[in-house]
């Protein structure tokens, strides 16, 4: 992997991923909080910092990248500047969620898990945590926006591109 | 290490605030769910006014108490034992909410939702006055909504670590009988005997032991075990500080959720105060007793949800579960003999040693005592979480406490329980809540206390597509037949929706369900659980999707069409809407139909603004004509990737 990022680039990551995981020891289950701290530093989980968590909790590379991608949360390119988060759960479902979340990916031109190319919105794909009685929801950056309807997602994502607020 | 007592005794002054007895105590309940609907401007705005105005009450957060329908909500209490619940206070109405319950000291007002405590003034009405409060049994919700669940003092003032000091001053032998006494089942949804899963891990050879509480929550529909966590922290704590004390364990984890941040702060904040006050750590409570925990932090899997998998995922592991034997008493965390338990296991654990075990079976039925929560929602009228004793009817709990269908709707379905546990047809209604119940009518099981209610507006195969593709996006990959199965049955259903189906697929189901059972674990074994219900009691629905191409909810996108009348006297008559529909359309089509003479074409997103601003005139038809040929190429493309 070090190809891609050049040796002076992966050295410096390497250092401050160090940094970050201050604390953390091999052999005691911290590779979700490691990497849940690098992502709370950066957003996503670099690529160049995944030698960095290896070294530290003595691992193989392929076994961190393996947890990065097989959990849903961590994310392998940047987030956009305000998440859009659409909840897939049952209760928005049988309300109509399909609906909005063909009125997002139309109007942002972009699929789940992607964002707009000025990386200013992005729509991620949401697990149902309990609050459905706003179904059929998102989630504005953490925020529950709901009960939608296909007209209400269409302004919200207006306002939202204008630059307000939800 | 302080003593119990000792512990009562420093918690006096939050008791003496829980109580309201020098000055009123306004508490706002927050949780996830309220603070959805905005409670915490709610109790921002109370705050600052009561600083402003100088006026004499505490202003406090609690727990939310499970009735999302009513929130925001704000309990009154006063000296004497007063609590009155207000419902909807939002934070435009406090300055008029404050007026009357403090200025005034008026007890009813637009807010008044019931009585909790006390003698309330006449006309007011009670909590139990409304049948979807008296049906339920409230005892693990007892303190949810009434105490700060960042305080660990109001825990200990309403009881909490009392069961844990009881339990501690008995052998390990006697804990494990009460609890087995009780006939605890499982909450996860397996219902498996919870102290005979701790004698397992009691008498196994292994050293030190591990005991893991399973906070993966990961069936969506269901917050009950975020309830515990969120509104009520320390019963966990508790529950499995007497699992450990019991089956000889020394370290414990809590692997929450990644989706659940509230309940993962609160939960890490409990903890962290248990350790101050020596509930955690060396010697707890004096006794001979020491423990560790750790709190866990998924990263978004639903398999590791199922334990071997959240095992794995603890171990720095990709949370793929494992064949089993060796079970996690044999080998476990870091190879350590361990115990895994669901959140309300440990929750109800706590609550058996805090009262004993006789007075939990005075409510519920002889082969399950006690009470379970349940979280409704989808189709009713009232969504939140509600604690049942075991033995009331789904109807009970659907009519009286969901309010049934959505006015002019009609019950069609209950989906319980996660995406393993398939649909249920009218009869669901009549089962009582019950593990036995349910699978006596051949329904998987009762779940762990998630209940999605659909009315005659779902459809069900299109709810099948969606739990099938769930189920295919979570497979660990593992096995084949999980992975490969799932994803075949996606590709099938979806061709159905598109108007593919073929008189094969009926066929093509079956093989592949009976496949599926050859997969390693639950997930894959149980995957074709909603088709295989389908199969059984929508046979009819299913047969109109493959052999009809129509969808009777008018849901499915490819058997649908939506048709804008086009004719000059309708548009005259809806100017106005149909003007707001073809703005808002995202493509040219309702431009087209308004009048408008449009160039190009573009497909229809089938998003469905049109109908929901024009109702008056789209109209749902059958996109496909009796003879029709089948469309050539179906897209069966993962909607989502
Ligand atoms: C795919 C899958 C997902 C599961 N998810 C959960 C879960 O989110 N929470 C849970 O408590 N149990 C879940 N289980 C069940 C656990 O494997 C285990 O049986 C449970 O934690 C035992 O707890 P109990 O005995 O207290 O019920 C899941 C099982 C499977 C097969
Ligand atoms: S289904 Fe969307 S919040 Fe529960």
């Known amino acids: 992997m070090t190809s891609f990022y050049g040796a002076s680039a992966r050295n410096e990551a390497t ?12 052999g005691e289950g911290d590779l979700l909080e490691a990497l849940h ?5 950066y957003g996503y989980i670099p690529q160049a910092a995944i030698p960095g968590v290896a070294q530290h909790l003595r691992l193989p590379e392929s076994r961190v990248y393996g947890a990065v991608t097989y959990y849903s949360e961590f994310r392998q390119t940047p987030p956009p500047e305000t998440k859009i988060s659409w909840c897939s759960g049952p209760a928005c479902y049988i309300k109509g969620s399909e609906n909005l979340r063909l009125v997002l990916e139309g109007l942002l031109a972009c699929g789940m898990g992607e964002n707009t190319p000025d990386n200013r919105l992005g729509l991620h794909l949401g697990q149902c945590n309990g609050t459905c009685d706003n179904a059929p929801q998102v989630w504005v950056d953490g925020e529950v926006v709901g009960p939608l309807t296909p007209s209400k997602t269409v302004e919200l994502v207006r306002r939202l591109q204008a630059g307000d607020q939800p | 290490m302080p003593t119990y007592a000792e512990l009562e005794a420093q918690a006096a002054p939050a008791k003496r605030r829980i109580e309201a007895r020098d000055r009123p105590r306004l508490a706002v309940g927050i949780d996830t769910s309220s603070i959805a609907v905005g409670a915490l401007k709610t109790l921002d705005a109370l705050r600052a006014l009561v600083a402003s105005r100088g006026l004499d009450a505490d202003v406090v957060q609690t727990g939310g108490n499970g009735l999302s329908f009513a929130n925001p909500q704000v309990e009154v209490g006063r000296a004497g034992g007063s609590r009155i619940l207000y419902q909807h206070v939002d934070a435009e109405d406090v300055p008029d909410f404050l007026e009357s319950v403090l200025v005034r000291g008026e007890q009813t007002n637009r807010w008044l939702l019931g009585a909790l405590g006390g003698s309330p003034a006449s006309g007011v009405a009670r909590m139990d006055d409304h049948a979807w409060w008296s049906v339920q049994e409230r005892r693990l919700m007892s303190e949810m909504g009434l105490i700060d669940p960042e305080s660990i003092d109001d825990a200990l003032a309403t009881g909490a670590y009392a069961g844990l000091e009881r339990s501690l001053v008995m052998t390990q032998e006697d804990v494990i009988a009460e609890v087995t006494g009780s006939k605890l089942g499982g909450r996860s949804g397996g219902f498996f005997p919870t102290g005979r899963k701790w ?20 069936d969506p529909g269901a ?11 320390h019963a966990l704590i508790e529950g499995m500080l007497i699992g450990a004390w019991a089956a000889g364990a020394a370290t414990g984890y809590i692997y929450v959720r990644e989706e659940y941040p509230l309940a993962f702060e609160r939960v890490v904040k409990a903890v962290e105060q248990a350790y101050e006050r020596g509930l955690l750590g060396k010697d707890i409570l004096g006794h001979d007793f020491s423990f560790e925990m750790k709190v866990v932090r998924g990263a978004g899997s639903y398999v590791c949800g199922e334990e071997s998998g959240l095992i794995a995922s603890i171990e720095d592991a990709r949370g793929m579960p494992k064949i089993r034997p060796p079970y996690p008493a044999a080998s476990g965390v870091f190879g350590q003999g361990s115990n895994v338990n669901n959140v309300g296991s440990y929750h109800c654990a706590a609550w058996i040693m805090r009262h004993g075990v006789e007075k939990y079976a005075d409510v519920g039925t002889e082969r399950n005592p006690g009470t379970m929560l349940f979280s409704l929602s989808g189709h009713v009228q009232r969504a939140g979480c509600f604690e049942f004793a075991f033995g009331v009817t789904v109807g009970q709990a659907y009519e009286i406490c969901g309010g049934g269908a959505p006015v002019g709707h009609t019950f069609k379905a209950l989906q319980p329980g996660g995406p393993l546990l398939g649909v249920l047809p009218e009869f669901a209604l009549d089962l009582a809540i019950e593990p036995e119940a349910f699978r006596e009518k051949g329904a998987v099981g009762l779940g762990g206390g998630g209940f999605v209610f659909l009315d005659d507006t779902a459809c069900v195969i299109d709810l099948c597509a969606q739990f099938e593709w769930f189920l295919e996006d979570e497979s660990c990959g593992r096995c084949t037949t999980c992975h490969g199965g799932t994803q075949r049955m996606v590709e099938i259903i979806r061709r159905i929706q598109r108007g593919g189906g073929r008189e094969s697929d009926i066929g093509k189901f079956r093989l592949i369900a009976d496949t599926l059972k050859y997969s390693n674990c639950f997930h894959g074994q149980f995957a074709p659980s909603i088709i295989v219900n389908t199969m059984t009691w929508f046979a009819a629905e299913l047969e109109e999707h493959i052999f009809s191409r129509h969808c009777r909810a008018g849901v499915c996108k490819g058997l649908t069409r939506y048709e804008a009348g086009r004719d000059k006297a309708t548009r005259a008559e809806y100017a106005e809407a149909y003007a707001r529909a073809a703005e808002t359309c995202l493509t040219l089509a309702m431009r087209r139909a308004a009048g408008d003479a449009v160039e190009g074409q573009e497909p229809c997103l089938e998003c469905v603004v049109c109908a929901e601003l024009l109702p008056q005139a789209v109209h749902v038809v059958d996109a496909f004509e009796q003879g029709d040929p089948a469309p050539e190429l179906i897209s069966i493309q993962p909607a989502y990737e």
């Open chain 1, 37 to 41: 701290r690098v992502q709370h530093r």
């Open chain 1, 15 to 26: 250092l401050e991923v160090r940094q970050i995981l201050e604390g953390l020891a091999p």
């Open chain 2, 199 to 218: 004698d397992f891990l009691r008498t196994s050879p292994t050293t030190p032991k591990t005991m893991v509480c399973n906070a993966d929550e990961g």
């Open chain 2, 223 to 233: 917050w009950v075990n975020r309830m515990t966590m969120e509104d009520d922290p």
